[in-house]
T-cell receptor, first 116, second 115 residues
Framework: GAVVSQHPSWVICKSGTSVKIECRSLDFQATTMFWYRQFPKQSLMLMATSNEGSKATYEQGVEKDKFLINHASLTLSTLTVTSAHPEDSSFYIC????????????FGPGTRLTVL | AQKITQTQPGMFVQEKEAVTLDCTYDTSDPSYGLFWYKQPSSGEMIFLIYQGSYDQQNATEGRYSLNFQKARKSANLVISASQLGDSAMYFCAMSTIQGAQKLVFGQGTRLTINP
C-alpha cells in the first residue's frame, strides 16, 4: 500500500515552454501533497504544500506564479512550471501525506526536468 | 525552527557488517515525528522507519532500527547485516505539528557497501 506515482519520469523542453508534472496517490486518498525540488548531491527543498480543494501554500522564496500547483482531487496534484528556463532544470519530487497516526509521507519516483 | 543535522557525508562499510547513520535534531515542539528515507541512484525516496516523540520503545523494521535518544536529541539509523543493495543516500527527516506536518530534511549520508 501507500503507492505514489509521478508522471512523466523525465522531460526535456525548450526554454519558454511550460511543463506539467502529475502526482497521484494510487491506493489511498491524500488530502495533502507536498512538492519538493532537489539539486544534484543536495537535500530535498520543500517548494509548496498542496491541499485538496484549496490554494497551495508556498515556501518563502518560491514563485507561485512560476510554479502553479493544482490539487483537484484527493488523489491528484499537478505542478506546472511555467515559462521554464535552464535554471529550472532540477529533480522534482512529490509526496502524499497518508493521514495515518504516524504522519508518514510517501514519495513519488520523481521527475527530472531539463530545460534547454 | 526545526533543524536536522547529519554529520556524515559518506560512509563505507563492508558487506554483512552493521552500520549506524547519525542524525541529530532540534525543535521546540514537544510532539514530533522522526523519519528515515533511502534514496537510491534512481531518485525515488523510500520510507524506511518512523519514530514518534512519545514512543517509549525504539522503532524497528526488519534490518532497520532507530536508536532514539530523546535527551540527546538524536535518532540514529542502524542497519544490521548490510547488503550491497543498501548502497544509497539516506536522509533523516522530522515533522512537527507546529510545522504543519512538513518534513525538514538533513543533508543526507551516502552509504557505500563494499563486497
Amino acid at each position: 500500500g501507500a503507492v505514489v506515482s509521478q508522471h512523466p519520469s523525465w522531460v526535456i523542453c525548450k526554454s519558454g515552454t511550460s511543463v506539467k508534472i502529475e502526482c497521484r496517490s494510487l491506493d489511498f486518498q491524500a488530502t495533502t501533497m507536498f512538492w519538493y525540488r532537489q539539486f544534484p548531491k543536495q537535500s530535498l527543498m520543500l517548494m509548496a504544500t498542496s491541499n485538496e480543494g484549496s490554494k497551495a501554500t508556498y515556501e518563502q522564496g518560491v514563485e507561485k506564479d512560476k510554479f502553479l500547483i493544482n490539487h483537484a482531487s484527493l488523489t491528484l496534484s499537478t505542478l506546472t512550471v511555467t515559462s521554464a528556463h535552464p535554471e529550472d532544470s532540477s529533480f522534482y519530487i512529490c509526496s502524499a501525506y497518508s493521514g495515518t497516526s504516524t504522519d508518514t509521507q510517501y514519495f513519488g519516483p520523481g521527475t527530472r526536468l531539463t530545460v534547454l | 525552527a526545526q533543524k536536522i543535522t547529519q554529520t556524515q557525508p559518506g560512509m563505507f562499510v563492508q558487506e554483512k557488517e552493521a552500520v549506524t547513520l547519525d542524525c541529530t535534531y532540534d525543535t521546540s515542539d514537544p510532539s514530533y515525528g522522526l523519519f528515515w528515507y533511502k534514496q537510491p541512484s534512481s531518485g525515488e525516496m523510500i520510507f524506511l522507519i518512523y519514530q514518534g516523540s512519545y514512543d517509549q520503545q525504539n522503532a524497528t523494521e526488519g534490518r532497520y532500527s532507530l536508536n532514539f535518544q530523546k535527551a540527546r536529541k538524536s535518532a540514529n539509523l542502524v542497519i544490521s547485516a548490510s547488503q550491497l543493495g543498501d548502497s544509497a543516500m539516506y536522509f533523516c527527516a522530522m515533522s512537527t505539528i507546529q510545522g504543519a506536518q512538513k518534513l525538514v530534511f538533513g543533508q543526507g549520508t551516502r552509504l557505500t557497501i563494499n563486497p
